[in-house]
């Protein structure tokens, strides 16, 4: 294989980060950490020491002249690892137009299926330049088709399919992922009424990642109805408990800072039926 310039478009957020992780041991691989902040993409390359790659930190910023940065970059391969894709306002497929006219190939990790949809009117132009234009090379709805494909190789026919994702508590969910859901349900005019946090809360004080996780549940549209749904490990012969606690109560009790610690919660919360 050739050398290959690989732009990893938000390369120092949570997807493409680990994008990155994944690339960054192949010696043959030149790769552009893009993102708004060069010195956010600086840092991130600085600290992967171990990488056989070349790590180049890159300013991109997909809503400003995205053809005079490709003209400056000059990468063989962009993937978009920003998002929300839900979100691209007007011209949502203006990256992908730049990198046909600048015979650069796309690939995307979108999850937004009328995105992905979308995407398809861009086949004969990618046909006729010689270039891959692929959307959704993520959990879903690629692997998640790859699965299907494989599961049902043996059946006469597929009337439905539901696919769901259980990310592991300790993965680390990005400001942006956060926004595009109370954005797609506050569109829709929905609320969150229930918010299952298992006993996750708990390692959240440990890494003091509970700040963050508060700021972003405020974002979320809820009501006076809204809950917690806790589990809580008594760490005695009692076991584990479920608790409930509302919403709007805990973000009221962050604002007056009066939750402090893991503690903190569980006093407040209630059992079921109290």
């Known amino acids: ?112 299926s009328d995105f992905v949809a979308g995407v398809s009117a861009f086949d004969n132009a990618a046909r006729e330049a010689g270039l891959y234009v692929l959307s959704g090379v993520s959990t879903c709805p690629v692997l998640t088709a790859g699965a299907v494909r494989r599961l049902s190789h043996d059946m006469t026919r597929v009337d439905t399919i539901s696919a769901g ?4 508590p300790f993965a680390h969910v990005g400001g942006n992922v956060i926004r595009a859901i ?31 996780f ?12 809204s809950m917690f749904v806790r589990s809580y490990f008594t760490h005695t012969d009692a076991g584990l408990r479920t608790l409930l606690d509302s919403i709007p109560g805990v973000l009221n009790a962050f604002a007056s800072g009066n939750l402090q610690t893991y503690t903190d919660v569980v006093l407040r919360s209630k059992s079921p039926g109290r």
């Open 165 to 168: 994702i259980a990310p592991s």
């Open 1 to 112: 294989m050739t050398n290959l310039t690989v732009l990893v478009v938000g390369g120092y957020g949570t997807f493409g980060g680990r994008l990155v992780h994944l690339l960054e041991h192949d010696p043959r691989l030149t790769l552009l950490v893009g993102g708004r902040s060069w010195t956010k993409a600086h840092e991130f390359c600085s600290a992967r020491k171990a990488a056989k790659a070349r790590l180049v930190p890159a300013q991109f910023d997909r809503n400003g002249d995205v053809g005079h940065q490709l003209d400056i970059l000059r990468p063989d391969i962009l993937v978009d690892a920003s998002g929300p894709f839900q979100a691209y306002g007007d011209r949502p497929y203006a990256l992908i137009e730049a990198c046909i006219a600048h015979s650069v190939h796309y690939l995307d990790l979108a999850d937004g």
């Open 182 to 212: 109370a954005g797609y349900l506050k569109e829709r005019q929905a609320i969150v009424t229930t918010f299952y946090t298992s006993n996750v809360e708990e390692y959240l004080f440990k890494s003091d990642s509970w700040k963050a």
């Open 214 to 225: 508060v700021k972003n549940v405020a974002t979320l549209p809820v009501n006076d109805r």
